[in-house]
């Protein structure tokens, strides 16, 4: 058996042979053809019939891919004003050349922007353009057959011949069988069986690219319609899912109060636990919010425990469980001993790992001075889980509340809430308000232990602090399509790695009566690409046949016209390996 393994073209000009061949290795792929414009005489159905085909190539769906890819690099670094209006608003103030810039560019809303969005539509356009005609294409070669064999097998890239004594339909049954069992789409072709195998390659090359779509669907579904609010909730609070009960709220474009999933939640405690000794001292071992939530305005109440990255998840939307802190709980009276503030609980934010807190304590309605006149209270609170005692400085030793402490500073008259302009309810706006002073004219302020009370100068009143209050902050999520989004992605790496490492090739095997009365055998195979696994996938298929139709006595050297001509298949697939 000769065997003969060609990894280079001939640039010879084609003869009617030659471009038989070619016919036989056409449509191993479903890449549409790319023909050169004419462009004298394009016109202008002639110039958007180009476009098309550019716009439909997979150098410019890469090339948009890229761009896609680089647009988004902005949104990360860039403030955005859908994230973080504040951050913007800050980046504006301390930036007077680069910010004028940014919003002409639209650099501050990146993913709604008009380039980028363009990028997006022509990029979504490419790939279904690519698609459908390959779609419709590989169709109709699933439903056809594989080609002929060519006349001539020699000018294929890997080919192999031995004589045999089998019969000629013998020879064809025998490859037709062994082909099928191989699975390729085998069948029987004049005096040829001709085989195919490998469409996978191009079933995971139209997944890729039907995923991407999908997994772009999926995105603008998704920034359209999604929503995303954090709420604040002491313990024995609750919250229903309303635009109004949320602290902050953002959403998608499209978004409508009717898209608000209808459910409600009580936060019944919260428990966190701390490593009390080594160098992880005060590291959190457990963060969990015991809630009571039901579904619907008239839904059963259930149980269940909400934990960090196990969320409650209820009809499209999850409930995480995202920080935590302490809300001391204090009473305020007037000069005259007038309860104006009773045992309530004022949420502080959390400065460090040690939950070091600070905030404001407003007292808005019901005060009035020693004189008797109308004023409002406002307090810098500062509170510490475990106060490190007299001398020490003014920060949390540990997490949990060991020996909690309040410093309070104390100021009257007016907090501008008001005035109808937004404010904070953890800052103080001291602009209209005057400082409480001690007996050394400074501001007033005290350390309050849990039970203690600060009097105010001049008997204006007091503060005592009751206790604390835990509370938890909740992130409200619907992100629309993220399921799709998901499964778009797995499949578009398993439709890659198929289209990557499946080769689709071809295999003939023509069986013929020789002159002398022998029949001749011949095998060949063709590949998509020039590969190595062609050569010896058809090496392999040889040598099971040839032990179905062993060779025949080798003919008289003399008469010989190939004098590479072996019997032995070992030697004709080193001979292959020897010259791929």
Not at 109 to 133: D, E, R
Not at 182 to 200: N, T
């Amino acid at each position: 058996m000769s065997t003969t393994a060609k990894t280079g073209r001939d640039e010879t000009p084609p003869t009617g042979d030659e471009r038989e061949l070619g016919a036989a290795g056409a449509q191993l792929s479903t890449a549409p053809a790319e023909e050169a414009p004419h462009l004298p005489s394009l016109g202008v159905i002639g110039w958007a019939r180009w476009f098309w085909r550019q716009l439909t190539s997979m150098r410019v769906a890469l090339l948009l891919l890229l761009l896609l890819s680089l647009g988004a690099i902005p949104g990360s670094l860039i403030p955005q004003e859908g994230i973080d209006a504040t951050k913007v608003e800050d980046f504006r103030a301390r930036h007077d050349v680069l910010a004028p810039l940014y919003d002409k560019l639209g650099l501050f809303h990146v993913y709604s922007s008009v380039w980028f969005s363009a990028i997006y539509i022509l990029l979504f356009i490419s790939l279904i353009g690519c698609i459908i005609p390959r779609t419709w294409q590989f169709v109709g070669q699933l439903r056809g057959r594989p080609p002929g064999a060519p006349r001539k097998l020699t000018r294929l890239p890997a080919y192999t011949t031995w004589r045999t004594e089998a019969g000629p339909e013998q020879v064809r049954e025998a490859a037709l069988a062994l082909l099928k069992k191989r699975r390729f789409r085998a069948h029987l072709a004049g005096d040829a069986v001709a085989a195919e195998k490998g469409y996978l390659r191009e079933v995971g090359n139209l997944a890729f690219h039907i995923a991407l779509i999908v997994m772009l669907i999926a995105f603008a579904w998704g920034q359209l319609f999604k929503y995303e609010g954090n709420k604040l909730v002491l313990e024995g609070d609750g919250f229903s899912n309303t635009l109004t009960q949320y602290d902050d709220f953002k959403s998608g474009n499209l978004f409508t109060q009717d898209d608000l999933d209808p459910f409600s939640f009580t936060l019944k405690d919260f428990h966190g636990t701390y490593e009390t000794t080594g160098p992880n001292r005060g590291t959190p071992r457990l963060y969990q919010a015991e809630v009571t939530y039901s579904e619907g305005a008239y839904g059963k109440e259930k149980s269940t425990t909400v934990k960090v990255n196990e969320p409650l998840e209820i009809d499209g939307s999850k409930v995480y469980l995202v920080s935590h802190g302490y809300a001391p709980v204090v009473t305020v009276r007037d000069a005259k001993g007038e309860v104006v503030m009773d045992r309530e609980a004022v949420a502080l934010l959390p400065l460090d790992a040690n939950v070091t807190s600070s905030g404001a304590i407003k007292v808005m309605d019901g005060y009035r001075n020693a004189e008797g006149e109308k004023e409002q209270l406002g307090f810098n609170a500062f509170f510490l889980p475990t106060y490190g005692g007299k001398g020490s400085a003014m920060y949390s030793t540990f997490p949990a509340l060991l020996n909690p402490m309040l410093a309070l500073s104390a100021y009257h008259g007016d907090l501008g809430v008001d005035a109808g302009i937004p404010q904070s309810v953890y800052q103080l706006d001291r602009t209209n308000m005057k400082e409480f002073k001690d007996s050394d004219g400074e501001l007033f302020k005290k350390q309050l232990k849990v039970g203690q009370t600060m009097t105010l100068p001049n008997g204006a009143g007091s503060v005592t602090f009751d206790g604390v209050q835990e509370w938890a902050g909740f992130q409200v999520t619907q992100q629309p399509g993220s399921g799709w989004a998901l499964g778009g992605a797995v499949v578009a790496v398993f439709g890659l790695a198929g289209s990557l490492f499946i080769q689709r090739r071809r295999v003939w095997v023509r069986a013929v009566t020789g002159a002398d009365g022998v029949t001749v055998v011949e095998m060949a195979g063709l590949g998509r690409s020039e590969s190595a696994k062609v050569p010896e996938e058809l090496g392999d298929l040889a040598g099971t046949l040839y032990e179905r139709a062993p060779g025949a006595p080798d003919p008289d050297p003399s008469d010989s016209p190939d004098p590479t001509a072996v019997s032995d298949p070992a030697a004709a697939s080193a001979e292959r390996a020897e010259k791929k």
